[in-house]
Antibody, heavy 117, light 110 residues
């Protein structure tokens, strides 16, 4: 059974870059689509984008200019970088995977990232 | 792109059936049979319950069913059980190769 675990700093300063990693266990990253989502306080889930293990990406158009995703097949991990963060980027960030790019079969438990000075 | 619209909360008694609606537009729910539903218990990872409008992944109870009419998708849970109390999120594929989620619905089992 594929399991996902997010990791990274829980506090990021405004204008800096948010960096998160998702570690995949119980399966190979050389398959599936690897996604990032977030949920800001009091709001619904927001899809940030996905990366295929081949490196192809799709990003949410509203965040495309600030988001970069990458895959490290040697570590069975994939990552999210979001630059120029503001308080509005404070959220629980989730990683997720899907055999298809149309839904998510597996999710991590989420990690809270707070943007504050 | 606006989030899909879900009721903030629904409730039902054990054994009853409830339905959660998910309303989108012609750019997402209405144009594609690619709606999925996720269950999230507090502190736990979300779980896929329905994909492609009405298909259940292996291991998901047949008490969970999905449907769609026009721009509105629905998740029905029959024979409500205490363990069903959770938040439920719908999701749809949308134009420009994106996924869009609903605001979430908190289900309370009375």
């Amino acid at each position: 059974q594929v399991q996902l675990q997010e990791s990274g700093p829980g506090l990021v300063k405004p204008s800096e870059t948010l960096s998160l990693t998702c570690t995949v266990t119980g399966g190979s990253i050389k398959s599936s689509y690897w996604n990032w989502m977030r949920q800001s306080p009091g709001k619904g889930l927001e899809w940030l984008g996905h990366i295929h293990y081949t490196g192809s990406t799709e990003y949410n158009p509203s965040l495309k200019s600030r988001v970069t995703m990458s895959v490290d097949t040697s570590k069975n991990q994939f990552s999210l970088k979001m630059n120029s963060v503001t308080a509005a980027d404070t959220a629980v960030y989730y990683c997720g995977s899907g055999e298809s790019d149309l839904w998510l079969d597996h999710w991590g438990q989420g990690t809270l990232v707070t943007v504050s000075s | 792109q606006s989030a899909l619209t879900q009721p903030a909360s629904v409730s039902g008694s054990p054994g009853q059936s409830i339905t959660i609606s998910c309303t989108g537009t012609n750019s997402d729910v209405g144009s594609y049979n690619l709606v999925s539903w996720y269950q999230r218990h507090p502190g736990k990872a979300p779980k896929l319950m329905i994909y492609e409008v009405s298909k259940r992944p292996s291991g998901v109870s047949n008490r969970f069913s999905g449907s769609k009419s026009g721009n509105t998708a629905s998740l029905t849970i029959s024979g409500l059980q205490a363990e069903d109390e959770a938040e439920y999120y719908c999701c749809s594929y949308a134009v420009i190769n994106t996924l869009i989620f609903g605001g979430g619905t908190k289900l309370t089992v009375l």
